[in-house]
């Protein structure tokens, strides 16, 4: 039974960071695509980031580049999200997500797996 946990979401002033943690279980993810979605009250949810398990390559949406990293730890099964200068409108309930690389990245009918989501709260 795969699992995706998320962990590490709170409450930060405009201008911290919080570190976002996605522990995957339940088969292996060799080949799979792990990303980070997001979804604000009255939006729908949308891509943030993904990172292929190998690591080699990196995705990320405009609005958080330069300021969010995602990585992972293949030894642990962890995926890890690093939320820098954090604003307001990054305020979401966040969710990790696992798929098959079959679709472009940002799309949400990509991943099959999905965890159960953090609130991040960012204050102004």
């Known amino acids: 039974q795969v699992q995706l946990v998320e962990s590490g979401g709170g409450l930060v002033q405009a201008g911290g960071s919080l570190r976002l943690s996605c522990a995957a279980s339940?088969?292996?993810?060799?080949?799979?695509?792990m990303a980070w979605f997001r979804q604000a009250p009255g939006k729908e949810r949308g891509f943030v980031a993904g990172?292929?398990?190998?690591?080699?390559?990196?995705y990320y949406a405009e609005s958080v580049k330069g300021r969010f990293t995602i990585s992972r730890d293949i030894a642990k099964n962890l995926v890890y999200l690093q939320m820098n200068s954090l604003k307001p409108e990054d305020t979401a309930v966040y969710y990790c997500?696992?798929?098959?690389?079959?679709?472009?990245?940002?799309?949400?009918?990509?991943?099959?797996?999905w965890g159960q989501g953090t609130q991040v709260t960012v204050s102004s």
């Open positions: 339940g088969r292996t993810f060799s080949g799979y695509i």
């Open positions: 990172i292929t398990w190998s690591g080699n390559n990196t």
């Open positions: 997500a696992a798929g098959l690389p079959r679709a472009a990245v940002v799309a949400r009918y990509n991943y099959n797996y």
